[in-house]
């Protein structure tokens, strides 16, 4: 199995609070993980890319920030949250085939 | 820089008629590429890659797609659309990344519509 668990499905946070968005991955050991931002149901956006416990590369400055404390253990987490930081979050893993797969994702709404 | 494109923002068809959402891509090398699909508020689910052999690459849900090495396409089609297509199609590339890894890089999805 190769299946991504993200919770929460939904979650509505005020301006300046922080923010802990889980992921967590069952199968093969060591996968590398990703964290996508989707806005207004469109492109995705690479926020972060990790290929093992603590190596965590980001793609794009900002508010955010990820760890990766245990193999199959992927966090994204913000201090303070924007409004701007509002989106679909998506968690994914590489695959033997060289593709990914996604896992069902987070609406955040910033308010 | 090595991508994919998706020209249209938009495709609407007719339950029933046949369906194109078009990818063109721009990468070094062979390409291996890949079509998702993701309805409203879900993950992106896998359709269908090509990596290497035929050109015809069938997939998921009556879905196949065709690599066109002269024309750099990867083109997603059905031959009759069901209204539960409706959805948003996103076409991929593995591109070279950091340090030796590889990476997907993403359209920016195109809309398709099925009209009943």
């Known amino acids: 199995s190769q299946t991504i668990h993200q919770w929460p499905a939904t979650l509505v946070q005020p301006v300046g609070s922080p923010l802990s968005l889980e992921c967590t991955v069952e199968g093969t050991s060591n996968p590398n993980l990703y964290w996508y931002r989707q806005a207004a149901g469109r492109g995705l956006q690479l926020l972060f890319y990790?290929?093992?416990?603590?190596?965590i590369s980001s793609e794009v400055p900002q508010n955010l920030s990820a760890s990766r404390p245990q193999d199959r253990q992927f966090i994204l987490s913000s201090k303070k949250l924007l409004l701007s930081d509002s989106g679909f979050y998506l968690c994914?893993?590489?695959?033997?085939?060289?593709?990914?797969?996604f896992g069902s994702g987070t609406r955040l709404t910033v308010v | 820089a090595q991508s994919v494109a998706q020209p249209e923002d938009q495709v609407n068809v007719a339950e029933g008629n046949p369906l194109t959402v078009k990818c063109t891509y721009s990468v070094s090398g062979n390409p291996y590429l890949f079509w998702y699909v993701q309805y409203p508020n879900r993950g992106l689910q896998f359709l269908l890659k090509y990596i290497t052999g035929d050109n015809l690459v069938k997939g998921s849900y009556g879905f196949e797609a065709e690599f066109n090495k002269s024309q750099t396409s990867f083109h997603l089609k059905k031959p009759s659309a069901l209204v539960s297509d409706s959805a948003l199609y996103f076409c991929?590339?593995?591109?070279?990344?950091?340090?030796?890894?590889?990476?997907?890089?993403f359209g920016k999805g195109t809309k398709l519509s099925v009209i009943p």
């Open positions: 990790s290929v093992g416990i603590g190596q």
């Open positions: 991929a590339v593995r591109v070279p990344w950091r340090a030796g890894s590889y990476q997907l890089t």
């Open positions: 994914a893993r590489a695959t033997g085939d060289y593709g990914y797969t």
